[in-house]
């Protein structure tokens, strides 16, 4: 299974990104799906997952009420809309899959991405 994450960039406070992420070599809708991300020096944090059916969400405490995350199965993308970015958004974000249940744990997941960086200036 390859994971391309996408869409990551340099962005003002206030402003807004969103992150794509195709997979491609077994089925997509098979899969929950989540997002984590990495700042320099921290440990990998959990983000946002969607379920297989793409009908329930759970978002970390941090990102609550400024991030979405969604999914098409028809075109094997999940993606993470993230509104009103703060500096400390900053981070390498990391798309996954997972064919387990406890989304918020990057333990559950079998399946990474590269990343891509996402820098908010103050």
């Known amino acids: 299974v390859q994971l391309q994450a996408s869409g990551g960039g340099l962005v003002q406070a206030g402003g807004s990104l969103r992150l794509s992420c195709t997979a491609s070599?077994?089925?997509?809708?098979?899969?929950?799906k989540g997002w984590f991300r990495q700042a320099p020096g921290k440990e990998r944090e959990f983000v946002a997952a969607?379920?297989?059916?793409?009908?329930?969400?759970l978002y970390a405490d941090s990102v609550k009420g400024r991030f979405t995350i969604s999914g098409d199965n028809a075109k094997n993308t999940v993606y993470l809309q993230m509104n009103s970015l703060k500096p400390e958004d900053t981070a390498r974000y990391f798309c996954?899959?997972?064919?387990?249940?406890?989304?918020?744990?990057?333990?559950?997941?079998?399946?990474w991405g590269q990343g891509t960086l996402v820098t908010v200036s103050s």
């Open positions: 996954a899959q997972s064919p387990g249940r406890t989304l918020s744990f990057k333990g559950s997941y079998d399946a």
């Open positions: 969607i379920s297989r059916s793409g009908g329930s969400t």
């Open positions: 070599g077994r089925t997509f809708s098979t899969y929950a």
